[in-house]
């Protein structure tokens, strides 16, 4: 498996604008090897909000089929010369590559 996060930082009150535009629907869930994408929100500061989405690939060769595909590109393209809206502080990406996941029960069932 292959995690990909990215954590956006707003200012206070800003968090729900970046929701609304991960929750939208897209190419994305349309890719093979995805596995699913969840978006939480950290209200904990007094000053900024930071959404991290954690986006879950079956493999490093499934996001990379995603990266390269026509319709990321075409975002990215549609995006170029457009500054980031005033309220985001910051951005970062990580990636990570699954080394192990334990399992729990889930509605009773060991999964």
């Known amino acids: ?15 729900d ?12 869930e349309e890719m093979e090897g995805l596995i699913d994408i969840s978006i939480m929100v ?7 909000e930071e959404v991290l989405v954690l986006i879950r690939w079956e493999s490093d060769e499934a996001w990379k089929g995603w ?3 026509e319709a990321h590109l075409q975002g990215h393209r549609d995006s170029r ?8 502080v910051s951005s970062t990406v990580n990636m990570y590559q699954v080394q192990h996941v334990k399992h729990g029960k889930v509605s009773g069932k060991q999964s």
């Open 67 to 69: 990266e390269k595909s």
């Open 17 to 28: 604008k970046v929701v609304e535009r991960f929750s939208a629907p897209g190419p994305i």
């Open 81 to 88: 010369g457009q500054e980031k809206p005033a309220f985001v």
């Open 42 to 48: 950290n209200k904990k500061s007094k000053e900024h």
């Open 1 to 15: 498996m292959f995690i990909q996060t990215r954590s956006i930082i707003v200012e206070k009150g800003n968090s």
